[in-house]
């Protein structure tokens, strides 16, 4: 299968092109950029020619599938373009910003047949995976509250300087809190369901007032169990290494469970324990993107598809809740 990249403004994006090019079913034939002197920055790395616009991109019959990188604020736009190209689609997070364009995103991949995905790293995670795995057997009972911290480091003068105009970003928790909405449905067993209490504000970027890079939430997932997570941007620059950094706490009627993402061992006491119990992770099952193309071959849109829109979605309903307060 083809891909090819088009938006190149987030260094996301370069995992996943990497992961392209490394995967023995794709082959990477061409990259896009609107901005030139994205581009030619985009050239030290991406060693493949490049699309004098995204029309001709989507015009390539032998491009299968568009991976999107651009500012979030034109990934709803982009992405429907594809689909509308027939292309099946894969995006860093967000997919989009708004609930009006992932309303229409769904649509056109359902009446299409059109494979969308996400880069959900958390889901290639060996940690969470075990905990998966720990939660199905029923040794902790049923889960009924879950805490989770993913303070990011704000960066401010090295992150793209579009994180911060207006209409680009499109909200801290879209941002970073869809990895957390879709982990809890496949480690809790429940989807995110209702948002309770909800507050975003600047504590850390106050070059720029109007982004609001702080962001906590207390919300119920289907089954009605609580969630509270934190997914401010305000860690410092070590903020990937610390053990807060994608922590979750897991209570459940007859025990608890304690993990953090990009670790190696999973903490467990059940009912019968007196003490913490350690579990090492073993080698993970790679989710994220071979969930995607196994759609992109079957020529479905089936359950990955489903699964990042309905991610997408808790997301963007969490924000709208956040934007609407006063």
């Given at each position: 299968?083809?891909?090819?990249?088009?938006?190149l403004?987030?260094?996301?994006i370069?995992?996943l092109y990497?992961?392209a090019k490394?995967?023995p079913?794709?082959?990477?034939?061409?990259?896009?950029e609107e901005?030139p002197?994205f581009?030619?920055e985009?050239?030290s790395?991406?060693?493949?020619?490049?699309?004098?616009?995204y029309e001709a991109l989507?015009?390539?019959?032998t491009?299968?599938i568009?991976?999107?990188?651009d500012y979030?604020?034109?990934?709803?736009?982009?992405?429907l373009?594809?689909l509308?190209?027939?292309?099946?689609?894969?995006?860093?997070?967000?997919?989009?910003?708004?609930l009006?364009?992932?309303d229409?995103?769904?649509?056109?991949?359902?009446?299409?047949?059109?494979?969308?995905?996400?880069?959900?790293e958390?889901?290639?995670?060996?940690?969470l995976?075990?905990?998966e795995?720990?939660?199905?057997?029923?040794?902790?009972g049923e889960?009924?509250s879950?805490?989770?911290?993913?303070?990011h480091?704000l960066?401010?003068?090295v992150?793209?300087?579009?994180?911060?105009e207006?209409?680009?970003?499109?909200?801290?928790?879209?941002?970073?809190a869809?990895?957390?909405m879709d982990?809890l449905?496949?480690?809790?067993?429940?989807a995110?369901?209702?948002?309770l209490?909800?507050r975003?504000?600047?504590d850390?970027a106050?070059?720029?007032?109007?982004f609001k890079?702080?962001a906590q939430?207390?919300g119920l997932?289907?089954?009605?169990?609580?969630?509270m997570?934190?997914v401010?941007?305000?860690?410092?620059?070590?903020?990937?290494?610390?053990p807060s950094y994608?922590?979750?706490?897991?209570?459940?009627?007859?025990?608890?469970l304690?993990?953090?993402?990009?670790g190696?061992?999973v903490?467990?006491?059940?009912?019968?324990d007196d003490?913490?119990r350690?579990l090492?992770?073993?080698?993970?099952?790679?989710?994220?993107l071979?969930?995607?193309?196994?759609?992109?071959?079957?020529?479905?849109?089936a359950?990955?598809?489903?699964?990042?829109?309905?991610?997408s979605r808790?997301?963007?309903?969490?924000?709208r809740?956040?934007?609407e307060?006063?």
């Amino acid at each position: 299968m083809n891909i090819a990249f088009a938006g190149l403004r987030h260094d996301h994006i370069y995992s996943l092109y990497n992961e392209a090019k490394a995967h023995p079913d794709l082959t990477v034939v061409g990259a896009w950029e609107e901005q030139p002197v994205f581009a030619e920055e985009a050239k030290s790395t991406i060693s493949e020619p490049f699309y004098d616009s995204y029309e001709a991109l989507l015009a390539d019959p032998t491009v299968d599938i568009v991976a999107i990188g651009d500012y979030y604020g034109i990934r709803g736009q982009r992405v429907l373009q594809a689909l509308r190209a027939g292309k099946a689609v894969i995006t860093d997070k967000p997919l989009c910003t708004s609930l009006e364009e992932l309303d229409e995103i769904e649509k056109l991949s359902r009446e299409k047949s059109i494979p969308v995905g996400i880069q959900l790293e958390l889901r290639d995670d060996p940690v969470l995976q075990l905990a998966e795995k720990i939660v199905a057997s029923g040794e902790l009972g049923e889960i009924r509250s879950v805490t989770f911290t993913a303070q990011h480091p704000l960066n401010y003068g090295v992150r793209p300087g579009w994180y911060f105009e207006e209409g680009k970003h499109g909200g801290t928790f879209n941002d970073i809190a869809i990895h957390a909405m879709d982990a809890l449905t496949w480690i809790a067993g429940s989807a995110y369901d209702k948002t309770l209490f909800a507050r975003q504000w600047n504590d850390y970027a106050t070059e720029v007032p109007q982004f609001k890079d702080s962001a906590q939430f207390n919300g119920l997932l289907a089954n009605g169990a609580a969630v509270m997570g934190d997914v401010s941007y305000a860690g410092p620059k070590a903020a990937f290494g610390l053990p807060s950094y994608w922590r979750f706490t897991f209570w459940g009627t007859k025990g608890w469970l304690e993990c953090k993402a990009g670790g190696s061992t999973v903490a467990v006491a059940s009912a019968a324990d007196d003490k913490p119990r350690t579990l090492e992770a073993e080698q993970p099952v790679k989710r994220a993107l071979d969930g995607f193309l196994r759609e992109v071959r079957a020529g479905v849109s089936a359950d990955n598809t489903a699964g990042c829109i309905a991610a997408s979605r808790a997301a963007l309903k969490l924000q709208r809740y956040a934007d609407e307060q006063r």
